[in-house]
Each structure stands twice: as C-alpha cells, then as structure tokens.
C-alpha cells in the first residue's frame, strides 16, 4: 500500500486528473443520490466533509469551501473528496461495526495504521478523554457508547466511524481502537480509509494544541 505522503506532486496531480475525469461524467443528481451531496445546480454540488460544506463543480473538478472560497484546501483532502465522490455506491449506514483488518487490503496495513492513528489518540487523549468529546464536537462528532469514552463522527454523509478510548490505571496504561460502518468499503478503498483516519486524527489533535 502506498501512503500520500510518499507519492510525488505529479502522482498527486495524475489521482486528482484520473479522479476528474471520472466526475466530469457523472450526472449530477444520481451523484447526490450516491453521495449524500446537496445538488446546487446542473454542474455544481454541496459536499459537507469534517462539518464544512465543499463545493465541486463536477465539470472541472473545482473545489473550494463555500464560507471562504479563498482558503486553501489541502491536497490530501482535495483527493479524498474526489474519491468519495467517485466511488460511492450510495449504500446507507449498516450499524455493523467492522476493523480496519476487516477491510479488503487493510490486513496487512494494520499496525502501521495502528501506529498512526489509534497511537497517537492515546498520546494526546488517552488521559483526559473526555477532551476528545468536546474537540470532535466542531468537527461534528458526537458522544458514542462504546469503551469508557468515544465518538462517532461522520467525515462525509455516509460513512460513519468511531473512536473509542478505554482508561488506564496503575497497571495497565490507556487503549484505543477504531472501528467503522461495514459500508464504508463501498465509498473508499483501503488506503483512502487510512488516509482519512489519520486526517481526522491529526485535526483533533491540532485544535488542542493551537
């Protein structure tokens, strides 16, 4: 599997040309349908990713963030929004929770993506959890039920994932895992999940530290 992070600028720019001209194809209402997109008109469309509404001219694949068309948008997300959008086979949520193991390709994957996801949410909010309710609150997130603490949040409108936290004590230090709606392996591929996770982490983690 071949993290962003190792792929040159071209091979950023090739996923983002494959990935429109794929778009440009689609008909604009049974991609709303699909993706949960708000239709705005005949070429453009209103994505909410991490609780701000994108939007996509599905023409051109312009994306910008509609309260503030000028911010730049990074280009991991910039992919990550195309590809959901490309993807989605409009499956509705399951309520059936599944490992990032569980997902074709993610296997083998697993412990760096435990080492860059679950690991990180320990350091930073394995002794104070309840933090990591009020964080994932901008982001939409909201209190779930599993472990000591979690979360649900919904980076798009239908894909669904948890984090969950278990505290530690004197013997046994904090734990964590994630685990995500069966029917997010019809929106995203293996490495579009991890890269995703490890996004929304890492913007949890940032809003505590600014």
């Not at 023409?59 to 948008?73: A, C, G, L, T």
């Not at 860059?116 to 009020?134: A, D, K």
């Not at 472990?147 to 734990?175: A, C, K, M, V």
Request: overall charge neutral; aromatic content about 10%.
């Amino acid at each position: 599997m071949i993290l962003y992070e190792n792929i040159t600028q071209e091979a950023f720019g090739l996923a983002i040309e494959l990935a429109s001209k794929i778009l440009e194809t689609m008909n604009t209402e049974d991609l709303c349908k699909k993706t949960g997109a708000q239709y705005v008109d005949h070429d453009r469309v209103l994505l909410n990713y991490l609780n701000r509404p994108y939007l996509i001219n599905i023409r051109n694949s312009q994306i910008s963030i509609k309260d503030n068309e000028k911010e730049d948008i990074p280009l991991k997300d910039r992919i990550l929004i195309l590809h959901y959008l490309t993807q989605a086979k409009g499956t509705p949520i399951t309520n059936k929770l599944i490992t990032y193991a569980q997902i074709q390709g993610g296997k083998f994957y697993c412990p760096v993506f435990q080492k860059r996801t679950v690991e990180p949410i320990l350091r930073h909010f394995g002794n104070q959890p309840e933090l990591l309710i009020e964080v994932s609150k901008i982001f939409g997130g909201d209190k779930a039920r599993y472990g000591d603490t979690s979360i649900s949040i919904s980076p798009f409108p239908n894909i669904r994932f948890f984090i969950i936290l278990w505290r530690g004590d004197d013997e046994i230090p904090p734990n964590g895992n994630i685990l995500f709606d069966k029917n997010i392996i019809d929106y995203l591929s293996a490495e579009d999940i991890a890269v995703l996770s490890e996004t929304v982490i890492w913007k949890l983690i940032n809003m505590i530290r600014t």
